[in-house]
């Protein structure tokens, strides 16, 4: 079984450059993966953490005694996870699961813990909280790993960060102990806190090229047909196109685009507003709700002009380019519910 990194499709010039750090033993204590959602900076992240973890990388294991005497002994590259021993396969994140179980391996991530796990009295709603960081990082960055061969932070959205919790983690980012790493991911690295930025070093990834995300999508069971289309629309985000292609979310965006409709014909502003809570998902997933809503102005824009009515068609072409508009701004350094927000007051007005 091949390790993680070596399985990621897709992003050959950062899998190299963490491939070259592995094989002279000089992997960055602090990274930042940035690039959009969906490219595989995540699994990038887990990769690296199992290469760094694994028990055999680099090793050479005696081959066991065979039928016809000894077998020849195995060597492990420097540059990969084995993928097979204990630490490698406790890298992995399960089905369903958003925390692996290996105890050198923490992921920090807003939301993703209890408040009482993480000392707190009130869920973490706003942003990755200093008490998440002080529970989790420096009760344990302190001490070498645990068991394995390095200690990984993960930081899922790292611009999430509350000011106190990256001025907490400043220090260990300065001085982290032996061994020990971080690797930031975000798609908006320039709401880093500068401090933060200039103790890490950047690794981007790019958007997927759409033939890439097909073949995945083929891999994961999509008719060839269905991997294209998908693609197509995918702006080179694997999770994009995957949301695109569930029915489940269907049924979301369908509700979406019925709820934003309904919130703009209302003569109070609030309905507008709640919709605005909406930037508060993933940005893969806002971004798919937003094209759905464009979609709905585009065909309402098609059937006003077949219908005569020149007025409707123009407003509803107006309103799907505010809305696509709005889309890309999702992928610059916009705060996503201030995009959403200021969208539904443009499409009111
Ligand atoms: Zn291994």
New binding site residues.
Partial sequence: MPGLLDTLLGQEPAVATLRRALAVDKVHHAYVFDGPDGVGKEMAAFGLAQALL????GTTVEGARGLFGPEPPTVFPTTE?????S??TRSLLRPGEKRPVHPDLVVLERGLYEASQIGRRTPETQDISVDQVRTLVLARAAFGPHEGRAKVFIIRRAEELGISAANALLKTLEEPGNRVHFLLLSSVPDRLLPTIRSRTQRLRFAPLPAATVALILEKEGKSKEDALRLSARSEGSLARARQLGDPAATATRDEFVARARDALRQNSILPALAIAEEGKKEKAELAVLLDALAIAFAEEGRSAALAGEGDAADRASVCFSRVLRATRELDRNASPQLTVEALFLELRG
Avoid: L
């Fill in positions: 694994c028990e055999r990388r996870a084995c993928g097979t021993c630490a490698c």
